[in-house]
């Protein structure tokens, strides 16, 4: 054969190999063999395999393929992981606006004595209600008193000593339900500075430590 006939085969014969080598895969398969093939081993899905380049390096490993339940499992956890991200994001706007409303302590406290103040209006004002509910019940009662029997009495005055009476559980549902709203108010803005207090200790912090760079 001659020379250059020679170096054209000898090149064939190179370029061959290096296709037949250029997409080889191994893996172990969960029996403990060692597989190989052109393509993914689809025995070996569910576990590394390795791509060789043509000299018998590893080109790269392919992680196993995800099954069904695993698949389903991690979508949950990016689902889970976005929900997280989505609450942070939405607790930092939240504490940017209670920074801006409240930016110190005095700030807040004001704030929580007009709203507890607001309430306390209303239930000064049932209680004179009450009070005058109960003087004029005791009027009334006088009247009665003027009847022997409760069945003498005018029907009139027995619907003012009915309405007298459905009046003051009225009143007396309307304060219970300004005393509720009280230890609702209350129980807010306990939670709101627990919350606040922190960033205010950060912002003091930063602030300091601003203070300590430029000097």
């Known amino acids: 054969m ?19 080598w250029a997409d080889i895969y191994q ?8 597989l190989t093939s052109d393509r993914p081993i689809a025995e070996c899905a569910d576990r590394e395999q390795r791509e060789l380049n043509s000299n018998g ?62 309430v306390e209006d209303k239930v000064a004002k049932g209680q004179q209600r009450v009070a005058d509910l109960q003087e004029q019940r005791r ?6 008193a003027a009847f022997k029997k409760p069945e003498q009495r005018p029907p009139e005055l027995k619907r003012q000593i009915d ?16 005393e509720e709203e009280k230890l609702n108010i209350a129980r807010r803005y306990d939670e709101e500075l627990a919350r606040l207090k922190p960033l205010w200790a950060q912002i003091t912090t930063a602030a300091n430590e601003t203070v300590l760079v430029n000097r």
């Open 27 to 34: 893996c172990v398969d969960d029996k403990g063999r060692r």
């Open 2 to 20: 001659s020379g250059p006939l020679r170096l054209a085969c000898t090149c064939l014969l190179a370029g061959s190999l290096t296709s037949a």
């Open 163 to 178: 309405d007298n009476e459905q009046q003051l559980v009225t009143q007396g549902r309307f304060i219970a339900a300004q």
């Open 139 to 144: 009027k009334l009662d006088d009247e009665a």
């Open 57 to 118: 390096t590893v080109r790269r490993i392919l992680q196993p393929s995800l099954t069904a339940a695993e698949r389903t499992a991690r979508e949950q956890q990016a689902q889970r992981d976005t929900e997280e991200r989505l609450r942070q994001a939405e607790q930092r706007r939240l504490h940017k606006l209670l920074l801006a409303r409240y930016p110190n302590q005095a700030a807040h406290d004001a704030d929580r004595a007009r709203a507890l103040r607001g």
